[in-house]
């Protein structure tokens, strides 16, 4: 009834090709934009901005990143930690040793040493694949572990290997409350899922994707792996670094190379799988998935009033999160954006379905 | 009941709607203005559990005894919830973010990690973040860190302290000191004034990191072997320390030869090896497993007679462990009752408290009458010195129990004051800070 395509006739290619070719789907998605924009920043408290929604929201870019990389060009990549904390450390380094550098293009040249460093490590993809490349990735997590960890002139000397972001500072304007930091990642991300929504539409897309589907049979028809598989590393990398000087800078304020150790990968990883592979929407859901389930598990029992000691409510919390995880694999493998698909097929049918 | 679709549907929106009030319920709980607020992060699960359940028992129990035997802080209720950090550092935060609405006072994170991200957080927040022997060694400064207390001693006195131990036994020069550490800000805090030390005293250092959680170290333990160092001091924390004492006896490295700092040496530590551990030195942070002074028999007259102890059976009240967590809070305590002095005896807030810290002055006599004993060093805080006191002394593990090997030791300050003021200055450019005048403070 309310989700229904019926009547709604393109007349030119334009209209055909346009990003969200459904009305309501254009309609819904201009909502939640403009809710996230308008309604969030005046009705949530500061716990939600700094706990849930600003962590959400980086890791979701950091996500896309990585959907770029393994949904949408097949390449299965450990070192996602590590491409973030290339984002992360060289972010630090330009903006201590170049105090007067807009922080703005400071995020983008650390996306840019991300993006050289991913292909770098992406080169091996071009002769290996599967398991192998993963392992091949680990290998850039440990590398860059040890040295962020290992070399001090990446910490400025810091005697503890721990560093302090400093003040982010935008055209003489200092970021500073959550709702500014909300809303400045807020624009980051939407411009990210925007920049990545259309590139995997385009022809550059089009070619992740055929080297994932098939690479032999992409190569015979014209597309060149080398290239292929080294946008997709480089793309999904400068994602990933953007994101990772994000969560360093505003979430973590003072990190440690610990911040960023495989732990991060795998958990990128994961939401990318639960989310779906190959879905933006997806990044999107397999960060919420990922970020906000343990804390709300975490929370519910003292909320509900039900008196559990510390030890017990982070015990359930792990059991039930775990079992959720297989839970919704087992039900739908190829992730939650796929449930949502599935949740608009239905309504398109309803209140009559077959 | 059948499951209909209907009776599945309603679940599901019951069960969203408890989502929606649980996160909603982050903001509710609005100050209650006659009780004093104290968030508790603890870690009790995990890698690093051993260590830090006794710990949060002994500061939940002191808060508990504060409101069962004196009817909170001169009459003004302290409240607390604990919050599970894991000893991860995002963790951590969330938890500091998630108490916060509730206006707590001060925070007391054991954890290096955590402090260090909390560093730059409490000033905006007003929250006074004690870190009794832990965190930022150079936060002492006050000027430049006005909202940090690493009461008792940072990992610089420790080092210090144990390099001035082990000088007793014949000069260093051309000695072989290893430093086995957790990799992380908490083991890699003392490099720094080891190395000065080491430039000092001619001995070499060498640094050998252990990975978290520091299962893992038969390679560590072989290169002790292979260069036989003088001394081995130990920087570890959860079960890392007992591991390394495990591979030391594996490898027969002698225990006599071994110092852990204060979080590495307790009992969760060595008890594990047991008899062999016998000879192991610790740093103590001024107190080791005392458990008969009056607030010990407190807390089982109070607490654990009632069944309302926080730890699963008396035992635990005394142990290394259980009495630091016991003195962080009666630190946190203290800086509330000073700052009442000064406020008037009511509810006070951050900013009164961080008053309160930095005139902290606790004199042997008013220790001995809160039931301590002498297992606090008197103590005086300064807007130069947020420490307060910087002594320490040796204990040793007989097989059984630690007991005193030393007398007190006071870290140089000749050597760690200069550190200081670099470290302190470096952070307060970086972080474009404008260092308060101590002289003109009152």
Not at chain 1, 306 to 312: E, V
Request: charge should be positive; charged fraction near 20%; include cysteine.
């Amino acid at each position: 009834m309310i989700y229904r395509e019926t009547g709604q006739f393109k007349t030119s290619y334009a209209a055909d090709q346009q990003l969200f070719p459904i009305v309501q789907d254009r309609v819904f998605v201009v909502a939640v934009i403009a809710f996230a924009f308008l309604v969030v920043p005046f009705v949530a408290t500061e716990y939600l901005f700094l706990a849930i929604l600003i962590p959400f929201l980086i890791l979701a870019l950091a996500a896309i990143g990585l959907n770029i990389l393994v949904g949408y060009c097949g390449q299965v990549s450990l070192g996602t930690g590590a491409f973030m904390a290339i984002g992360a450390y060289s972010a630090y380094n330009l903006a201590v040793r170049i105090p007067d550098l807009n922080l703005l293009v400071v995020f983008i040249l650390a996306g840019v040493f991300a993006t050289i460093v991913g292909v770098v490590f992406g080169i091996p993809s071009l002769r290996i694949k599967g398991f192998y490349l993963a392992v091949a990735t680990l290998a850039a997590q440990f590398f860059v572990d040890w040295l962020f960890a290992r070399v001090s002139w990446f910490t400025n000397d810091s005697s503890s290997g721990s560093v302090s972001a400093p003040p982010i500072t935008i055209f003489g304007y200092t970021i500073v409350t959550p709702v500014e930091q909300y809303l400045f990642v807020l624009a980051i991300v939407c411009v990210g899922a925007l920049v990545a929504r259309n590139l995997t539409r385009g022809a550059i897309g089009r070619s992740w994707m055929a080297t994932r589907d098939m690479d032999v049979a992409a190569e015979v028809i014209g597309i060149r792996p080398m290239r292929a598989k080294l946008s997709a590393f480089a793309v999904s990398s400068f994602f990933v670094g953007i994101a990772g000087a994000l969560w360093a800078f505003i979430r973590l304020g003072s990190w440690e190379p610990l911040a960023f150790d495989v732990n991060r990968s795998f958990q990128l990883l994961f939401m990318v799988i639960i989310g779906g592979l190959g879905s933006i929407l997806g990044s999107f859901l397999g960060a919420a998935f990922i970020v906000i389930l343990p804390l709300v598990l975490n929370q519910l029992p003292t909320r509900l009033g039900i008196p559990l000691s510390t030890a017990m409510i982070s015990h359930i919390e792990f059991m039930v999160f775990g079992a959720l995880i297989v839970f919704f694999l087992i039900v739908e493998p190829r992730g939650l954006a796929r449930l949502w698909a599935i949740g608009k097929e239905k309504l398109r049918m309803w209140p009559f379905p077959h | 009941m059948k499951l209909t679709p209907n009776g599945i549907r309603t679940k599901a929106a019951a069960l969203a709607l408890a989502v929606a009030g649980a996160l909603a319920g982050a903001q509710d709980v609005a100050a209650q203005s006659k009780e004093i607020f104290i968030p508790v992060l603890v870690y009790r699960t995990g890698a690093y559990a051993p260590n830090g359940v006794p710990w949060a028992d002994g500061f939940v129990d002191y808060l508990k005894l504060v409101n069962e035997r004196d009817g909170g802080v001169n009459g003004v209720k302290i409240a607390f919830e604990e919050c599970e950090t894991g000893y991860a550092t995002d963790r951590g935060v969330e938890c500091y973010e998630r108490l916060k609405s509730r206006h707590g006072v001060a925070v007391n994170p054991l954890s290096t990690g955590i402090t260090y991200a909390l560093t730059d957080k409490v000033p905006g927040d007003k929250i006074v973040l004690f870190s009794t022997g832990y965190g930022r060694a150079d936060s002492i400064e006050g000027s430049v860190f006005g909202w940090n207390f690493p009461l008792l001693g940072t990992y610089w006195d420790a080092a210090d302290m144990l390099v001035q131990q082990v000088k007793k036994k014949g000069p260093l020069k051309g000695k072989k000191i290893a430093l086995v550490y957790h990799d992380s800000p908490y083991g890699k805090e003392p490099i720094r004034l080891l190395e000065e030390r080491a430039k000092l005293e001619g001995f070499q250092l060498i640094l050998l990191p252990v990975t978290h959680p520091g299962v893992e170290q038969k390679a560590t333990w072989l290169q002790i072997r292979q260069q036989r160092p003088d001394f081995v001091f130990l920087w570890g924390w959860g079960v890392m320390n007992s591991t390394s004492i495990k591979e030391a006896i594996a490898v027969s490295y002698p225990r006599l030869q071994m110092y852990g700092v204060w979080w590495s040496s307790a009992e969760p530590d060595v008890l594990p090896a047991e008899d062999a551990a016998k000879g192991y030195n610790g740093i103590a942070l001024g107190h080791s497993s005392e458990h008969e002074f009056p607030v010990h028999k407190d807390m089982v007259k109070y607490l654990y007679d009632k069944g309302k102890g926080t730890a699963k059976g008396k035992d635990e009240v005394g142990s290394v462990l259980y009495n630091r967590g016991m003195i962080s809070a009666m630190l946190t305590i203290e800086s509330i009752k000073a700052a009442q002095g000064k406020y008037g005896k009511r509810p006070v807030n951050g900013e009164e408290v961080r008053w309160g810290a930095e005139h902290l002055s606790l004199d042997a006599g008013k220790i001995k009458s809160l039931g301590f004993g002498d297992m606090v060093q008197p103590l005086k805080t300064s807007c130069h010195d947020h420490a307060g006191v910087h002594r320490g002394r040796i204990h040793t593990w007989d097989g059984h129990q630690w007991s005193y090997t030393s007398d007190w030791l006071e870290a140089d300050q000749k050597v760690i004051r200069p550190i200081v003021e670099t470290s302190a200055k470096a952070y307060a450019a970086e972080k474009k800070i404008t260092p308060r005048d101590c002289s003109k403070e009152s």
